[in-house]
């Protein structure tokens, strides 16, 4: 709360690395915690979020290079952290932060992908990698809206405009929508 609600966006960041770093100290302090994949997740979506920060930094100003590196460097790290709690997770796992990870994991890839050149490979790996796993429906109801979204965003990206079309008409009869 205190990021969300801070005045700029370089106090926002500050913030987002001192809850990083404050949880990722508890971790080591307490290695195997009831909580630890709880804490994890948390401090993958802070980085994703500082993430997003530079991203938005960076589409006002192109020229920022700094922006657009940091961003880069955030997301990869979100993505490594999302990766290794999905892989940790039960197969089949149905519970609130299995759900949670792979939407997480998925919007970090689609932000990733955005960072790749138009029509590249790589850029085209991440939107399909990040589709592959919104494939399984989030039984999550705070999540299917916001899952149909992303979709809707990357089969627009990639040119899929009925589908998209379609996603896009699920959200709307989701509850809430």
């Not at 494939?135 to 999540?143: F, G, I, N, V």
């Amino acid at each position: 709360r205190a990021a969300q609600s801070a005045p700029t966006a370089e106090a926002r960041r500050g913030r987002w690395t001192e809850a990083i770093r404050l949880l990722d100290r508890f971790r080591r302090q307490n290695p195997g915690h009831p909580q630890a994949r709880v804490f994890d997740f948390q401090a993958a979506v802070y980085l994703w979020a500082r993430a997003r920060s530079w991203q938005q930094q960076e589409e006002l100003d192109p020229t920022d290079r700094p922006a657009r590196e940091e961003a880069i460097k955030d997301l990869d790290a979100a993505l490594t952290r999302l990766r290794a709690l999905q892989e940790g997770l039960p197969p089949g796992n149905n519970e609130v932060l299995g759900h949670n990870v792979r939407f997480r994991l998925a919007q970090a890839l689609a932000d990733r992908a955005s960072f790749d050149p138009e029509g590249s490979e790589a850029r085209r790996r991440r939107e399909d990698e990040a589709l592959k796993i919104l494939e399984r429906p989030l039984s999550e109801p705070l999540l299917r809206g916001f899952a149909h979204l992303l979709r809707a965003e990357l089969l627009g990206r990639l040119g899929r405009f009925d589908q998209a079309t379609e996603a896009i008409d699920a959200v709307a009869k989701e509850k809430p929508a």
